[in-house]
């Protein structure tokens, strides 16, 4: 599959972006660095464009996704999704990492993001709410281009790929 996917689309790498300022501490911080970042949202995204074009030239793909979207501000995820789009990414991911997100949220998200950009949009939903399925479903009517589901193990933590499949075949 590895083989099929790289003669198709070349080399494909994923960048994850922190969200919330204590997400961002960490994740920035120099190795060993425990009292100094002071790089921010407007740092990281940043830091994040010069990584896409840093991977662009050298033939790389790039999907960005920023880390529990569902519960960072929707300003910052329109920034980054304008930014990713701006430094030559492909595909931007969209993550309700917690599962708090409702399918009325979710489709006025992908109705917005699809407005920002046309880069691809992805939609990774938690089910801890039992709403995975439902969300995924309206982030596809709202402008996802892609999903991620659950095809085999725990079905618990994301939507279900045999019931995202049956819905949208209707």
């Known amino acids: 599959a590895y083989e ?3 003669t198709l689309y070349g080399p494909q790498s994923a960048l994850f972006l922190a969200d919330q300022a204590s997400c961002l501490a960490r994740a920035l911080r120099a190795p060993g660095d425990l009292e100094r970042c002071s790089y921010g949202q407007r740092g990281a995204l ?3 464009q010069r990584v896409i074009a840093h991977a662009r030239k050298r ?3 790039v999907h960005v996704g920023v880390e529990d979207s569902g519960r960072s501000g929707l300003t910052y995820v329109c920034q980054a999704v304008v930014a990713a789009e701006e430094a030559g990414a492909l595909r931007f991911r969209f993550a309700d990492s917690e599962g708090v997100m409702d399918p ?3 489709y006025a998200v992908f109705r917005r993001l699809c407005a920002l950009t046309d880069l691809e949009l992805e939609f990774q939903g938690r089910n801890d709410l039992g709403l995975a399925t439902a969300n995924t479903l309206a982030a596809v009517r709202g402008g996802a ?3 991620s ?3 085999l193990g725990d079905a618990r933590r994301s939507a279900a790929l ?3 499949l049956a819905a949208l075949s209707e």
Do not use: Q
């Open 162 to 164: 045999g019931e995202v």
């Open 149 to 151: 589901v659950c095809a």
């Open 4 to 6: 099929a996917a790289s």
């Open 104 to 106: 009325f949220a979710c």
């Open 59 to 61: 033939g790389v793909g």
């Open 145 to 147: 281009t892609h999903v």
């Open 46 to 48: 940043d830091r994040m």
